[in-house]
């Protein structure tokens, strides 16, 4: 019951944070020079002032922005000014579930090799384990993915053609994709575990623990790893917002139609909705992520109370 009562609470403060995300939004938009119907070669004036009227942008701004928001409400995030047969909701529904999709996969590869490798290197401090984990963890935090992309394509598809080089038809053309986008977080997040175990490896409760002659193995799940994982939590609200809401590099290096592509694209034509929409999808997703990061922290350490 304390659990349900406080995701309500921090569902309602939500709500003006993604006010405010939406009103800076929507001001910076229009605080630009340039408009959606901008193109080297000039429209006519007739024909920008009927797009204008078609779209209501001759409204003035606070108008436009109460609109907006009143489509929001009812999960109708508008038109796209780029296209006449597709909606905002459209691009959301094909595509965001392929970013999420990539992100999750990601996400989970980082997880499941980044902390048992950290753990590992702080248990072996100091030993060729140690060294050789932090080298893989630091090459894996300097090379950027638009780097690491292209050599795993052309190590494994044109070298070994082991795997596909592109697109997102099926499982074994996931694998680049997700190696790429998660062998970064698989360094950051071994990096940051380790740290946290070698502080909380010098703990008195952790003597405590072997004096009272508990196994290593209980002392490291149970009291080491636990306490060792909140700040490994903390940073994964953030990640888990960014990778799952599109990334857009590796998708246009491994041609993915993920949310990415046309976040980037929406920025350079003034694509308002588009804009709009998914900054607020991004917004919601950090706000849902930082609520399951807190309520971890309640389960990980005990003394931590959800208020």
């Given amino acids: 019951m304390a659990v349900l009562a406080y ?35 000039k429209l006519p004036p007739h024909i920008i002032e009927n797009l204008n009227r078609k779209y209501r942008l001759d409204e003035p701004l606070w108008k436009q922005y109460l609109r907006y928001m009143g489509g929001v409400l009812r999960l109708d995030f508008g038109p796209t000014y780029s296209s ?14 392929v970013s999420a999709h990539l992100g999750l996969m990601a996400m989970a590869l980082a997880v499941g090799v980044g902390v048992p ?4 290197s702080a248990l072996r401090h100091n030993t060729i384990v140690d060294y050789a984990s932090m080298a893989f963890a630091v090459l894996g935090v300097s090379v950027p993915s638009l780097a690491l992309g292209p050599f795993l394509m052309w190590l494994f598809a044109l070298k070994l053609k082991l795997l596909p080089p592109a697109t997102w038809q ?22 940051l575990t380790r ?23 209980l002392i490291i799940l149970r009291h080491a790893l636990r306490n ?18 599109g990334t857009l590099v590796v998708e246009q290096i491994f041609g993915i139609p993920g949310l990415g592509k046309f976040y980037v ?8 909705p588009v804009i709009m929409g998914t900054t607020l999808l991004y917004g919601f997703v950090i706000v849902i992520a930082n609520i399951l990061v807190d309520i971890s922290y309640a389960y990980l350490d005990p003394r931590i109370r959800l208020k």
């Fill in 265 to 272: 694209q929406s920025i350079g034509n003034r694509d308002y």
């Fill in 84 to 97: 006449t047969t597709r909606t905002v909701n459209d691009i959301f529904r094909e595509q965001f579930p």
């Fill in 170 to 191: 099926g499982p074994a053309y996931w694998v680049l994709p997700t190696l790429t986008l998660g062998t970064h977080y698989i360094a950051y997040i071994a990096r």
């Fill in 117 to 120: 490798l950290g753990v590992i």
């Fill in 228 to 245: 060792g994982l909140i700040p490994v939590v903390t940073v994964l609200g953030p990640i888990f917002a960014a990778v799952v809401t």
């Fill in 195 to 217: 740290a946290s175990m070698l502080e909380v490896w010098q703990e008195d409760y952790i003597r405590t623990a072997r004096a009272k002659g508990l196994g290593e193995g």
């Fill in 7 to 41: 995701l309500v609470r921090r569902l309602l403060w939500g709500i003006p944070v993604l006010l405010l995300i939406s009103l800076i939004t929507f001001l910076l938009m229009h605080a630009v020079p340039g408009g959606p119907f901008d193109r080297e070669k």
